[in-house]
């Protein structure tokens, strides 16, 4: 046994070794019961409840951004299960420790360590799972991100409990009929005695099924044998958000409640200096004023009652001396770093950046800007501190029992004080993950300052675009040298950041020498997570360089990358697949190019060709996408391949238009007529082949991101010459007397 598994299986958090010991412990499934079940359902093991009718709900430890994950989390469930898929529902589990996220846990500690969760013994499993679930109950863990649903919850969650749930059917048939488990199989949520025929459906077993412990490794179906998993389903949640019956955060409605409008500090850091009630003294409908170190709000009975009165107040900030920061002076400093001589070494293969001593090099710099999130439904949050001391929370985040945890911190009340009940969000994108509920901690503290009274606080679209945590601001540099056939031999990259180095900068091409750097930035402005995080720049970067490189080798960019992918079949045979069906190397109108564009993240590999229009005037049209994508399995191919096509559309506003640009220490952009996105009239048709392989299975909703941009900017550079460097692309003359400049 080697050490990694010793440190895993017998983890003391969960106690003693106990071989396998279940995940969802059958002490725990009364409370479970209590908090979760209808009359005439009951939990059988975690994540699944059968009613006496039948019904199965599969319970999510994940919030709904309308990625689908629902229904594929639900088909892994269904699959092990041999479940009537007719019968088969889904619902948010409870923001509660019991509900804690252990299967999430417990894929992120397995990948850290690269380990297979079929390489630990039997005997050991039951403890490191069980080890893994109190440490998500510990850390408070119900997040939904990192494209990490399907291949985590789902591999070591869902398919498990479905699987071991199963077993204890089966042997609770057994039991009743006096049979031995091996004369029974099961099919469509029934128990079938294989020498009689005769049967008994789930909703019969459940009650007694519940009696008996799941097993922390019960047996898997192998795929040749999958039902569900792998084939195209409708998606459960569809129907409610077409005919509008979804509630997301922003519907929180009450009879009696209020609403309140915020205005932050425009300058980041600023602080609050005054606020003139005077205006609002008499204002209809105004209950209160309340003051924040940043912020103020109004509360009133009507939120444009509210909005108004906020304005008028007419609120004094100081401006903590950042008045003078700029998206120029932010460029500089990037720049300055890179100079400085202070690069921080990351990580060196081969020879690193002594390969390119004595040698021709090739430079090029690259830059992406700020970027806003900027979700549909903007950040919102109804409170209720009631009289007797607890609090109630309605709101759409990425972490359930996370935001309740946080909620208690900011309220200073304990965790069982505290309700939150998690709804739909109108999309994330990284916004709604903890560490980054600024709406939350304003909505608390307005709710305690009115108590009794449930406070509705919605961010406008204006104090959104201004007041996020935004993609950073970065700056990439990159040094080759290359071989007499053009191919490279040393690759160097050093790349400013505000955090840790970043692995996604790594090339998974082959080149003999490679040395990575960073150059730290003080944030001045707040940055977090955004769709597919690092990789959605240095896939903007990586593969726009490896254009540069072709170009330099006069080389054709697809059979440039072939060269480069030598000995990566799952990259090679994805990059194949998008240039075949695209029509790589065909003939093209005057005034078109195809740019292609590849990288990995998140476990799945993304391959997209774009095919581009450059008027004379320089109006940019994308006409085409055609993507290939292998992440092992596609659980759900019409989901997946949904995700794709939202990445394209997603990380074309990025390229095309996204830009948040900072004046006097505050952001400029304040709406969609200033932070364009792409509409449907400039949607083009996305056409996304799945390629199935081996492989484990990869997440969907982020890996389609990061090749967008630079698939577009290298058509633009074979359509027109014009080479762009610097997103977003609006920002480049592309007319006739710009390609000849």
Known sequence: ???????????????????????????????????????????VASWIKIANDGTITVVVPHCDMGTGIFTSLSQMAAEELDADWTKVHAETAPADPLFANGPLAEGFALEQVNINADSIPGSLRGAATNSLRVLAEYL??????GSSAVRFTGVYGMRVAGAAVREMLVKAAAAQMNAPVRE??????????????????????????????????????????????????????????????????????????????????????????????APIAHSRGVKKVVRFDDAVVVVADRLWRARNAVDALQPVFDNAGNENISSKTIRSAHLAALNSGKVKKDRTAGDGADALKNRTIVERLYNVPYLAHAPMEPPNATALYKQDGTLEVWSGTQDGLGSRAFCAKVAGLSLEKVAFHLLPSGGGFGRRLPGFWNFLTYAVKTS?????????????????????????????????????????????????????????????????????????????????PWRSVEASWHGFFVESFVDELANEANKDPLEYRRALLQGKPRHLATLNLAAEKAGWGTPLPPGRGRGIAIFECFGTIVAHVAEVEVSDAGAVKVRRFTSAADCGMAVNPDGFRAQVESAVIFGLSAALYGEITIEHGAVVQQNFTDYEVVRLAETPDIDVHIHESDAALGGAGEPGIPPVAPAVANAIFAATGVRIRELPIKNHPLGVSARHS
């Not at 017998?10 to 079940?37: H, K, M, N, Q």
């Not at 970065?474 to 040094?479: I, L």
């Not at 050093?494 to 730290?520: M, S």
């Open 1 to 43: 046994m080697n050490r990694r598994k010793f440190l895993i299986g017998g983890a003391t958090a969960a106690g003693a070794l106990i071989v396998g010991y279940a995940f969802w412990p059958s002490r725990r499934l009364a409370r479970a019961d209590l908090l979760a079940a209808k009359p005439g359902e009951r939990f």
């Open 140 to 145: 408070d863990v119900q997040t939904t991100g």
């Open 184 to 277: 029974f199989r099961t099919e469509a949520s029934r128990v079938i005695h294989v020498p009689t025929g005769k049967s008994l459906a789930y909703g019969e077993l459940a009650a007694a099924a519940a009696q008996y412990t799941p097993s922390s490794h019960p047996k898997m179906k192998p795929p040749s044998e999958f039902k569900f998993i792998g084939k195209p389903m409708r998606r459960l949640d569809i129907p409610a958000k077409v005919n509008g019956s979804t509630r997301y955060g922003i519907d929180t409605q009450f009879a009696d409640m209020y609403y309140a409008a915020i205005r932050i500090s425009p300058v980041f850091g600023g602080k609050l200096v005054s606020a003139d009630d």
């Open 448 to 528: 305690m300052a009115v108590p009794g009274v449930p406070v509705k606080l919605i961010f406008t679209r204006e104090q959104e675009m201004q007041h996020d945590f935004y993609r950073p601001n970065v700056t990439s540099r990159f040094k080759a040298t290359v071989s007499s056939d053009g191919m490279p031999v040393a690759w160097i990259n050093d790349y400013t950041t505000d955090e840790d180095p970043n692995p996604e900068a790594h090339i998974f091409y082959t080149v003999p020498n490679q040395a990575y750097g960073t150059a730290k930035v003080a944030a001045y402005v707040p940055t977090g």
